[in-house]
């Protein structure tokens, strides 16, 4: 299945929603602009964009005279795709790097980096992972099971280990092994929680302080939000918290397969002007996908 198949599945909910205020009979009145704001707030996309939007689509319908179901449905999908923030480069293919992922507990983290690490092998880069969640036994040995099947090396140490230090020795390593793209699995945490936060934050600051002394030159240090798409509005305030704290380069949005409505894409892409940088649509090693705004946007507002 493509993406955009992947994604028509896993945005049904909110597209069947919105494609019945599409439903209207008659004249484009207040009861349809209201019903429309409220079908995007429904669909998690938040208050405040969901006004905003809903107030340009109803200000440009004035202006050009739009009146069909047809035509304010491809306003509104392009409307909504230009909340979205074009990322300056592919920052899993913009070697050499060392990404952090970071994230509340369960997002998709470890899955994630399992995927990226796969995918970048077979794009000809030479990654290398390093398992800094030190708190949970199972990502571990996960990692070093898609480590395995890709063939792409795994710097682990045991559970209980300082997991600063693992990002120093994972980087000793890509050093020495030569590797152009160094992803590092951090343990999830809330958001909420001052000591996990800043322990995360003396994490990423040991890993830039070594990624500058590479023998190659420094190496670029970015830092990954993974946000699990079904945890709605949530995912605002974890957004704001970890940007707020570590100074996020980018998002990966997990499990929209699943229940998820989507439009926390759209929320925290608008309040924090963050890309995304892909999007999870499964379990499976090949279950990831590069963000496509224009995509997204259609398979959102649906077709007639
Ligand atoms: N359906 C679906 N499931 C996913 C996706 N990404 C991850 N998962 C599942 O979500 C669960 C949690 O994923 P992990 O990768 O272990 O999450 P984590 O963020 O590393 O978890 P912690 O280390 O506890 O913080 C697993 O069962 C994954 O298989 C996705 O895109 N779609």
Redesign the pocket.
């Known amino acids: 299945m493509g993406l955009f198949d992947s994604l028509k599945r896993g945005l049904a909910r909110s597209r069947e929603a919105i494609n019945e205020v599409f439903y209207f009979g008659g004249d484009v009145d207040e009861d349809f602009w209201e019903e429309l704001e409220d079908t995007l707030v429904m669909a998690d996309m938040g208050a405040e964009i969901s006004m905003q939007v809903t107030d340009d689509l109803r200000d440009e319908a004035a202006r050009k005279n739009l009146t069909t179901a047809h035509e304010l449905r491809r306003a509104l999908a392009k409307r909504l795709e230009e909340v979205f923030v074009a990322p300056s480069s592919d920052l899993f293919l913009d070697t050499p790097a060392c990404v952090l992922f970071v994230?509340?507990?369960?997002?998709?983290?470890?899955?994630?980096v399992g995927k990226i690490a796969a995918a970048a092998q077979l794009a000809g880069k030479h990654p290398i992972i390093g398992s800094a969640?030190t708190f949970?036994a199972a990502?571990i040995e996960?990692l070093d099971v898609w480590g395995n099947r890709a063939g792409v090396p795994v710097v682990k140490r045991e559970r209980g280990s300082d997991p600063a230090s693992v990002c120093y020795d994972v980087l000793d390593e890509a050093d020495r092994q030569n590797k152009d793209l160094v992803l590092i699995?951090t343990?999830?945490r809330l958001h909420t929680s001052d000591e996990l936060m800043r322990e995360l934050a003396k994490v990423v600051s040991v890993t830039r302080k070594r990624a500058e002394r590479m023998s190659t030159g420094s190496m670029p240090v970015r830092v990954i939000l993974?946000i699990d798409a079904a945890t709605g509005q949530n995912g605002i305030n974890q957004a704001t918290e970890f940007h707020e704290a570590l100074g996020i380069d980018g998002i990966v949005l997990?499990?929209?397969?699943?229940t998820a409505k989507g439009g926390i894409a759209l929320a925290v892409a608008a309040r924090l002007g963050l890309p995304i940088l892909r999007v999870?649509?499964?379990?499976r090693i090949e279950?990831l996908q590069v963000f496509n705004a224009h995509d997204f946007a259609q398979a959102l507002v649906g077709e007639e």
Do not use: P
Not at 103 to 112: C, E, L, S, V, Y
Not at 280 to 283: L, M, S, Y
């Open positions: 994230g509340i507990n369960g997002a998709g983290k470890t899955t994630t969640d949970r990502a996960q699995d343990a999830g993974v997990t499990k929209l397969d699943g999870g649509i499964g379990e279950d």
